[in-house]
């Protein structure tokens, strides 16, 4: 464990900032998988609907600082993609 007053304010930052991304990071594995399920499912509505949640979120997610632009783009148009495969 942390012996100085700043490695210990380090160590609850750390902690913080660990559950912080854990949360982002689930996040982003459950809107991605929506989009993925309605596409499965040759739904192109549920798949654009589960598309424009995630494209907001996303790219949410950039301004918050979790993900970098480019990351959310490839993201993005990844998904788009996939949707538009199905049409």
């Given at each position: 464990?942390?012996?100085?007053?700043?490695?210990?304010?380090?160590?609850?930052?750390t902690l913080k900032k660990t559950?912080?991304?854990?949360?982002?990071?689930?996040?982003?594995?459950?809107?991605?998988?929506?989009?993925?399920?309605?596409?499965?499912?040759?739904?192109?509505?549920a798949a654009n609907e589960a598309?424009?949640?995630?494209?907001?979120?996303?790219?949410?997610?950039?301004?918050?600082?979790?993900?970098?632009?480019?990351?959310?783009?490839?993201?993005?148009?990844?998904?788009?993609?996939?949707?538009?495969?199905?049409?």
């Amino acid at each position: 464990m942390a012996n100085h007053k700043s490695a210990e304010k380090r160590a609850r930052q750390t902690l913080k900032k660990t559950q912080r991304n854990r949360f982002y990071r689930t996040r982003l594995k459950n809107i991605t998988k929506a989009v993925r399920e309605a596409v499965a499912t040759n739904d192109k509505n549920a798949a654009n609907e589960a598309f424009k949640i995630a494209n907001k979120s996303i790219h949410a997610m950039v301004s918050r600082g979790f993900l970098k632009k480019q990351s959310a783009s490839r993201r993005v148009s990844r998904l788009a993609l996939l949707i538009n495969k199905i049409a």
